[in-house]
């Protein structure tokens, strides 16, 4: 096999993962925090491609305004989903998973009654392809890869050095003693909320010139984010980024040997395998 | 006082006269109900809402006068339900459908699994089944009650590749991607077979899963086979738009072909004008074109004032099968599924697509295919102009 295709098809599955890496990370920052599987996530990836829709393609603003205002809303919606539905659920994990099961049907559903039932395109922001020799990437994808990369370090910095995210690792571990200590539960709480579906927003608004958007955008997104956290290590950042690196890298070089279906089970039976043979993922906590 | 007695005397034989009339109109008139599936919601629901439309405008014709069968005139209901493109849920929706709504037609489905579930239940219950899904085994001699109402990747493949080999003859290479179910393994079989058979090379028989988003990696797959056409046979509009687009990202410059593609306008829409550029579609129909009747263009600008957007081909499938169905009626005089039947099969009837008949019986074994004319349109400049009319090899034998 050449090997110029073999860098391109790592190229086209990293080009991806990177934003479904966004989605992960959103997932697994909400479930480090309030312990909460969010099966609805895929649904804020949805509100940001229509975030998107309506300010860029319908409203005419400036793309990078347009992605400031879409994951600001879409955080802004986390928090009330936080402050409305989730705060009241905590310690009771599974009935928050059911209850996120049922904000997907009610967000979806809503959107098709909202937003109608057809995709609907988002013009590209950025024309035009980079070329390196035989490889080629649309200079769309790359300033998502870009972006995307640099909102996954952003994270990371904010996670390591600010006192914020410091009381957000603090409370997962002692919520009782992270409160002596001053921490505002409460605050924390829908502010991890609010940034992991602020994640999933940019992520949607990112993708939305790429895929177009549609009220069941989400369901794939989530799918994908739920291999990467689970590959990766629940809870664990690096990890996310380690299985969504894994995933890319599987599918994109995986479709030059195999039909389309089978390389969506190779995804799950990464799952299969970590959860048989090292349950926490790869850079879990044990 | 005298005055106001006559006034209300009055009113009261006017209301009366009204009471009667009105009780006279509903003695008279029956109702029809008929029958509508289709992918109301989710990836495929440009399709659904095609069909529900152009039934929806039919019908709404028909009752201003009421459909006359013999001696009674009907009032057409139409009950619709959307099946996601999902076989279990139309097979709930085909139950509901025949008994609890007790439809005796459904006039309208889309997507091939779709239309092996609804089969299963109405073919054994004698319910005429008319359909826009292209999967070969839909039409076979085992189910004389179902028909397709447009013309399939069997119908449109050859006379299209025909037209591309005389017209642009260097044009050596095709590859094929479709969605990777019934409709697209059809779809892409018939191409391929197109293609053999009139000495193109099949560059690539490639399938995706429906709903993917991301065609970077099987274009790439694709694209290191060096096609001279990419036909993106029975992609639905939004996927079809996305490979286009994406193909261009990663520099394909060759011609580009849609065999199944029922509505150009949508793919320029998904694509944009550049990557749309040039795409032929031999399935769509025109609503603007120079190549289509007067009928179609009033059902045109009727669909676009009333819903905002133009109507593909689908839309005008399910108007013209709701015609053929309806004049079988009339021509049967009785709304009993046999009679009518046995009307549709013998007979060809005026339609928006102009003269139509039944035929397929070399291809299915059964004469359950509507036949007419096909045009082929050519995306230039962000608009679809209608570029030549051809006939299907069955409707030529006709």
Redesign the interface.
């Known amino acids: 096999m050449p090997i110029e295709l073999l860098v391109q098809a790592l190229l086209n599955g990293f080009g991806v993962a990177v934003v479904y890496i966004l989605v992960a990370l959103g997932l697994t920052l909400i479930f480090s925090i309030l312990e909460v599987i969010n099966f609805a996530h895929g649904e804020f990836y949805m509100l940001g491609g229509f975030a998107a829709y309506y300010l860029f393609a319908v409203g005419g603003l400036n793309y990078v305004v347009t992605l400031v205002l879409a994951v600001l809303l879409v955080g802004l919606a986390g928090v009330v989903a936080e402050r409305l539905v989730f705060r009241h659920l905590w310690g009771r994990t599974l009935n928050a998973f059911i209850v996120s099961l049922g904000l997907l049907w009610v967000l979806q559903a809503t959107a098709q009654l909202s937003f109608g039932v057809l995709d609907k395109s988002v013009p590209s922001a950025v024309s035009g392809i980079v070329r390196v020799g035989v490889v080629v990437v649309s200079r769309e994808r790359l300033f998502v890869i870009l972006t995307a990369v640099a909102l996954i370090v952003g994270l990371q910095l904010f996670l390591t050095f600010t006192r914020t995210a410091q009381a957000m690792r603090a409370v997962p571990q002692d919520a009782d003693a992270a409160a002596l200590q001053g921490v505002n539960i409460e605050l924390v709480s829908a502010l991890g909320f609010g940034i992991g579906c602020a994640l999933a927003g940019a992520a949607g608004a990112l993708l939305a010139p790429i895929f177009a958007v549609s009220p069941t955008m989400g369901a794939l997104p989530v799918v994908k984010a739920f291999i990467i956290i689970i590959v990766g290590g629940m809870g664990s950042l690096p990890g996310a980024v380690l299985g969504g690196l894994l995933l890319g890298a599987v599918e994109g070089v995986g479709t030059l040997f195999m039909s389309s279906a089978a390389v969506n089970i190779l995804g799950f039976l990464m799952v299969i395998a970590i959860l048989l043979l090292r349950p926490r993922g790869l850079l879990g906590a044990a | 006082m005298r005055m106001h007695r006559s006034i209300a005397t009055l009113a009261i034989l006017a209301l009366a006269a009204t009471l009667a009339g009105g009780a006279a109109v509903q003695a008279e008139d029956k109702t029809l109900a008929i029958g509508l599936l289709g992918p109301?919601?989710?990836?495929a629901?440009?399709y659904g809402?095609e069909l529900l439309r152009g039934a929806e405008l039919r019908v709404e014709e028909i009752n201003k006068t009421g459909l006359k069968v013999g001696a009674d005139t009907y009032r057409i209901k139409l009950v619709s339900y959307d099946h996601k493109a999902q076989a279990a849920d139309t097979a709930t929706a085909t139950n509901k459908l025949i008994f609890q709504d007790k439809v005796k037609y459904i006039i309208g489905n889309a997507v091939g699994a779709t239309c092996n579930a609804a089969q299963t239940i109405t073919e054994p219950n004698k319910v005429m089944f008319s359909f826009v899904c292209w999967g070969t085994n839909n039409l076979a001699p085992e189910k004389p009650y179902s028909f397709r109402s447009m013309l399939s990747q069997w119908e449109l493949a050859e006379p299209f590749y025909r037209w591309v080999k005389e017209n642009h003859p260097k044009i050596k290479r095709v590859a094929a991607i479709s969605p990777?179910d019934t409709s697209g393994k059809d779809t892409n079989t018939a191409v391929v077979k197109a293609l053999k058979a009139l000495g193109f090379e099949v560059a690539a028989d490639e399938?995706?899963?429906r709903?993917?988003?991301?065609f970077?990696?099987?274009l790439?797959?694709i694209l290191?086979q060096k096609p001279d056409m990419i036909d993106v046979a029975a992609a639905p509009p939004?996927e079809a738009?996305?490979i286009l687009k994406q193909a261009m990202?990663?520099?394909f410059k060759g011609a580009k072909g849609w065999t199944a593609g029922i509505n150009p306008f949508t793919i320029i829409?998904?694509a944009?004008p550049e990557a749309a550029e040039g795409v032929w579609s031999p399935a769509n129909i025109n609503v603007k074109g120079d190549h289509v009747s007067a009928a179609v263009r009033k059902f045109g600008e009727t669909y676009e004032k009333r819903y905002g957007e133009v109507p593909g081909a689908i839309a005008v499938a399910n108007y013209a099968a709701f015609d053929v169905f309806t004049q079988a009626m009339q021509k049967a005089g009785s709304v009993d599924t046999d009679k009518v039947l046995a009307v549709l099969t013998k007979e060809q009837f005026q339609t928006v697509w102009g003269p139509l008949a039944l035929g397929g019986k070399e291809t299915y074994g059964i004469d359950r295919q509507f036949l007419y004319p096909l045009v082929i349109s050519e995306v230039r400049q962000g608009k679809v102009v209608d570029i030549a009319q051809v006939l299907p090899a069955a409707l030529k034998k006709k």
């Open positions: 109301l919601s989710g990836g629901a440009s809402v990777n399938y995706y899963e709903g993917t988003k991301d970077y990696p099987v790439t797959k290191a939004g738009g996305l990202e990663l520099g829409s998904v944009g």
